[in-house]
């Protein structure tokens, strides 16, 4: 199992829960935001209708005090006969009143229609308009009783400067005249009809005919520049008399259900995100707290069984090596033991061999060779397996290499029929090397220069110094040695022969190597071996030293 | 005139087959067995040189060499052994050879030659 990918798809699932966690709670809050909106939003509409009926009534009622204003200027009219002099003196002064009417004017109806008595600004042409209220008025008569009161669609006046509007009442007890009052329309100024509470918290219009339309505007709370009101708007017809019916316009000027209403579906939003993104975020933290803890307990439970697997082997090693160090100590001691015996027989044998070349006898003396051969042979296997089990440092001596060669050569002598080609210098020549080991790696070559030639054969035994790198070649003419056997030459416990323990060139190489040196073979199966030892320039330091004066005087 | 050799070794074979050895080579060998005898002969004689084993009961064979006194014989020691320190010492003594048991006769007869000669 890998445990990057593991880590990497925990983190992903973590990522999705935050992000559901996130999703849910933000859908909540954003649909409780758009529920309570909705709610709102009708609430509003509810109380902009309301407000608006509630305007349209009041200004309905407003002009229920005109027509009552109407009704007491036709009975007045009534009593002085409809005297035209008597009339307009009457209402004269009601022309003057702010805000009030600007003619005051009785008509006698027709045909033709024609002023009988004008009060305030004069009126000189009834006009079609005028005329047309009128009859409607009167036309109105039989639905009321009290008298019908008709307005006229707003108007120019003379020049078509002003904007009129104009109202006709018509009176039982004033039979065949009509009251006719006209007032000047200035819809930006706030007049008594829109001053009213449920105007206070609108935006209204109010036009004289049952539609929107410009000219007709008769009043405007505000600035008269929106018109025509967009948006959410209400509208309310407001019946005037008998005549048309006017048009109220409105909207709200500021939320109807109060402002806290009117945020409250943002507070839920916001609040609702801000929950969302704190859930996250605690969901996440632990999310991430516990993959932390259990990526810690996995590191530590996988370090656990490294660690248990390392003392396994740990102790399996040390096991291993407590018994080779047994079988070492065993071995060396037995070594050790063999080596008295070995001498001794040596000795016999020398002494047999002298004894024998009193009495020449070929058979004696063939046995003798034997007997020294197999004693040889003994004798490098204890002193490889000696050499093996101990394992120690090499002490550096300078080793005179020829004596050395000449002393295997003596100590192990060709068998018969090999002849042995010594080319040495013709100095002395020393190297700096650990003797008793240097000793051991030749006669484990010479020893298997010998065993490869049974037949017989040469060996060419050769020690050069080229640039203070000593170098020592035996080679044989024996039978020379496959890559494969090459390749597992110097392995401990690699054996070609017989006999042996194959621990000879393992041990060889080990004391090379500890000398910081090279050995190699060259080799071809057919055309025999040789065995090249190459040791490094090394010195002693009293040498060195003596070396350096001498190149000193060389160079004064 | 020959040569005085002073032969000693705790091993009976080894004693007996290099004394006859060294006697068939023409020296004359006088055998001890053991470190004290070895001191013992040393001080109180009159030998060319010394063959002697290192690892013996009593005093060892480089124990004998330091203890002899000056000047001292040419001493050849033999070791079966590889007491590395001992060994050490012994050179830094100034014994003539140290040789590897087991070695070859000639070998020896070579160094206790030459040894003579010095």
């Known amino acids: ?146 008298g019908a009161l008709v307005a006229t669609p707003l108007f120019d006046g003379t020049g078509g400067k002003d904007r009129r509007l104009g109202f006709a009442y018509y009176a039982p007890q004033l039979p065949g005249y009509a009251v006719y009052a006209e007032a000047r329309v200035q819809p930006s100024v706030q007049s008594p009809a829109t001053a009213g509470q449920p105007f206070s918290e609108l935006i209204a219009a109010v036009y004289a005919v049952p539609r929107v339309q410009a000219d007709q505007l008769i009043a405007a709370t505000g600035s008269s520049g929106h018109l025509p009101l967009r948006g959410h708007i209400a509208s309310a017809k407001s019946q005037v008399g008998q005549g048309p019916s006017w048009l109220l316009v409105a909207k709200a000027r500021r939320p109807l259900v109060g402002s806290v209403a009117s945020f409250t579906p943002w507070a839920i939003l916001m609040a609702g995100l801000l929950a969302a993104a704190l859930a996250t975020a605690v969901v996440e933290v632990l999310s991430r707290r516990r993959e932390y803890a259990t990526q810690v307990a996995d590191d530590r439970t996988r370090e656990l069984q490294q660690s248990l697997e390392d003392l396994a082997a740990a102790h399996e090693q040390l096991v291993r090596q407590e018994r080779l160090a047994a079988i070492g100590e065993l071995a060396s001691s037995i070594g050790h033991e063999l080596r008295n015996p070995l001498g001794v027989i040596s000795n016999a044998l020398y002494l047999l061999r002298g004894d024998v070349a009193k009495r020449p006898d070929a058979a004696a003396d063939r046995h003798l060779a034997t007997a020294e051969r197999e004693v ?116 401990p416990f690699f054996t070609t022969k017989a006999r042996g323990i194959g621990l000879g060139l393992a041990v060889c190489k080990r004391i090379i190597d500890a000398h910081s040196g090279r050995i190699e073979v060259d080799s071809t199966p057919g055309q025999g071996a040789e065995f090249i030892v190459t040791l490094p320039a090394l010195r002693l330091p009293q040498q060195q030293a003596t070396d350096e004066e001498s190149a000193a005087e060389v160079q004064a | 005139m020959s040569a005085q050799v002073l032969l000693v070794d705790d091993e009976p074979g080894m004693l007996e087959t290099l004394s006859d050895i060294l006697s068939s080579a023409g020296y004359v060998v006088t055998t001890a067995n053991d470190g004290n005898r070895a001191l013992e002969e040393i001080v109180g004689g009159n030998y060319d040189v010394v063959v002697m084993d290192v690892r013996m009961p009593g005093r060892d064979g480089v124990s004998v060499v330091i203890e002899s006194g000056a000047p001292p014989p040419p001493v050849i020691l033999m070791t079966a052994y590889a007491v590395e320190e001992r060994l050490h010492i012994a050179r830094a003594e100034g014994v003539h050879a140290i040789v590897q048991k087991p070695f070859a006769a000639p070998y020896l007869l070579g160094l206790v030659a030459e040894a003579v000669a010095a």
């Open chain 1, 376 to 491: 040889s042979a003994a004798t490098v296997i204890v002193a490889d397996l000696l050499e093996f089990a101990r394992q120690r440092d090499p002490v550096i001596t300078d080793v005179d290499i020829t004596g050395l060669v000449d002393e295997v050569l003596t100590v192990l002598p060709p068998p018969a029929g090999i002849e042995v080609d010594r080319q040495l210098p013709s100095g002395p020549l020393s190297a700096l090397a650990d003797r008793d080991m240097l000793r051991q790696v030749l006669l484990n070559l010479l020893g298997n220069a010998y065993q490869a030639m049974p037949e017989g054969g040469r060996v060419s035994v050769e020690v050069s110094d080229e640039r203070n790198v000593v170098r020592i070649s035996v080679a044989d003419t024996g039978a020379g040695m496959t890559q494969d056997v090459k390749d597992s030459l110097f392995q």
């Open chain 1, 1 to 146: 199992m890998c445990p990057e990918v593991a880590v990497t798809a925990r983190t992903r699932r973590v990522r999705f829960l935050s992000l559901a966690v996130f999703l849910v709670v933000a859908g909540l809050a954003v649909g409780g935001s758009l529920g309570t909106r909705q709610v709102v939003s009708d609430q509003e509409r509810k109380l902009l209708h309301q407000r608006t009926d509630e305007a349209a009534l009041y200004l309905s009622s407003v002009f229920g005090s005109v027509q009552g204003e109407m009704s007491s200027i036709a009975a007045t009219a009534a009593l002085s006969k409809a005297d035209p002099k008597a009339f307009a003196a009457d209402n004269f002064l009601l022309t003057k009143v702010p805000q009030g009417f600007t003619s005051i004017a009785l008509v006698r109806l027709g045909p033709p229609t024609e002023l009988v008595a004008t009060a305030g600004t004069p009126i000189t042409d009834l006009g079609s308009v005028r005329t047309t209220a009128v009859n409607q008025a009167y036309a109105a008569r039989a639905k009321a009783l009290t």
